[in-house]
């Protein structure tokens, strides 16, 4: 059910309290615990039907449904499929680094899309695989809460700097998940902290070179840079096509990134 209708009732109308009780278990049994509270709520309280809002890969609104409450258990299950199908993903089924401008909770609940970025404090690692993942920057509609950058291995002290733990521990301790919270290593720079990503990645071809993907955040996968070692794979994909020439990364004087050329 994850995050539509179901989690809706249990935690959204639940508010913090609601959100609590999901979570209480630990995240092994949050699956089961969203639709059997969701189904104790449709039973006892006056829901009339849901509003399911599915977005593409753009994110932009695809698809409306209207559920009567009586179907909304056996109907929200294929729509998750239907959303999925439409999601955006990096195109690659391996790379070693990630670099990420931005990260935050108007992003994603996460601050990043584990769909998106392979990383989950509770799952660990999958598709596309990355060694490391390196974050520049916190959003200002985050207003200062960082959850879910601890997924990441390094990050900046621009991003340090805005940091607010009472905006951000409440989530931490709501989901009973202190690994949401946690904090990565913190570079003075864009420069240092890519450095950091590049000189901890243990696995790579470095004859070849790193294979890096550079996102904008995890919303804007439309557009994106790639390493030189990455192209040809990115040739070999129908959905992709290379823009550009290769090109520079200018810093500025403090070392965070100014332009790229």
């Known amino acids: 059910y994850e ?3 179901c989690k809706m009732l249990a935690v959204g109308l639940g508010k913090q309290k609601g959100a609590e009780r999901v979570h209480s278990d630990g995240m092994g049994k949050i699956g089961a615990n969203i639709p059997s509270i969701a189904k104790v709520i449709l039973a006892r309280a006056p829901i009339l039907f849901a509003l399911p809002c599915i977005e593409n890969a753009y994110d932009e609104t695809c ?14 299950p294929p729509l998750l499929e239907y959303a999925k199908s439409r999601m955006a993903k990096v195109p690659f089924d391996q790379a070693d680094i990630l670099f990420v401008d931005e990260t935050g909770k108007d992003i994603s609940g996460a601050g990043m899309d584990p769909n998106v970025t392979g990383r989950s404090p509770v799952l660990g690692i999958s598709r596309p695989f990355f060694q490391r993942i390196a974050v520049f920057d916190l959003t200002d509609k985050s207003h200062g809460n960082f959850g879910g950058l601890g997924s990441a291995d390094v990050t900046t002290q621009r991003l340090y700097r805005k940091i607010d733990f009472e905006q951000t521990y409440p989530n931490g301790i709501t989901a009973a998940e202190p690994l949401a919270v946690r904090l990565p290593a913190v570079m003075p720079s864009d420069r240092t902290a890519m450095q950091f990503a590049l000189r901890t990645a243990t696995d790579c071809d470095w004859e070849k070179g790193p294979r890096i993907v550079w996102l904008k955040n995890t919303l804007s996968l439309s557009e994106f840079y790639i390493s030189e070692a990455l192209i040809p794979d990115a040739e070999a994909l129908d959905n992709v096509t290379i823009v550009s020439e290769p090109m520079e990364v200018i810093f500025d004087e403090e070392g965070n990134v100014k332009e790229l050329r």
Do not use: V
């Open 3 to 5: 995050s539509g209708p």
């Open 63 to 76: 698809r409306i449904e209207a559920i009567p409450a009586g179907r909304i258990l056996a109907e929200e």
